[in-house]
């Protein structure tokens, strides 16, 4: 299974990104894919899932700035994130599972990542 994050880079405070995750070698049809940030001496931190239904559950943290939604290649999923503030800065990484552990929130439960994409946000 081989996981592919890309559309990070540098923006100011305000701005937005859409990272991408695209999926493959995962042989199942229904699947959850979530998204996880970590700062430089900080841990990881859930972000959002999304299913293959559609479904998303999110963080309390990007709430209303942050959306999952699905692409239109098969397991292909975006994270588009809006009003972006100088704390997100962070690596951003996708992680690949079943349906059944959407929207859990320990990085441990996900087995399959991608390599992540660096998000820089500058004041």
């Known amino acids: 299974v081989q996981l592919v994050e890309l559309g990070g880079g540098s923006v100011q405070s305000g701005g937005s990104l859409r990272l991408s995750c695209a999926v493959s070698?995962?042989?199942?049809?229904?699947?959850?894919i979530a998204w996880f940030r970590q700062a430089p001496g900080k841990e990881r931190e859930f972000l959002a899932t999304?299913?293959?239904?559609?479904?998303?559950t999110y963080a309390d943290s990007v709430k209303g700035r942050f959306t999952a939604s699905q692409g239109d290649a098969e397991k292909t999923v975006f994270l588009d994130m809006n009003s972006l503030k100088p704390e997100d800065t962070a690596m951003y990484y996708c992680?690949?599972?079943?349906?059944?552990?959407?929207?859990?929130?320990?990085?441990?439960?996900?087995?399959?990542w991608g390599q992540g994409t660096q998000v820089t946000v500058s004041s």
């Open positions: 999304i299913d293959n239904s559609g479904r998303t």
């Open positions: 070698g995962y042989m199942y049809r229904s699947f959850c």
């Open positions: 992680a690949a599972g079943p349906p059944v552990i959407c929207g859990l929130w320990r990085s441990s439960e996900y087995k399959h």
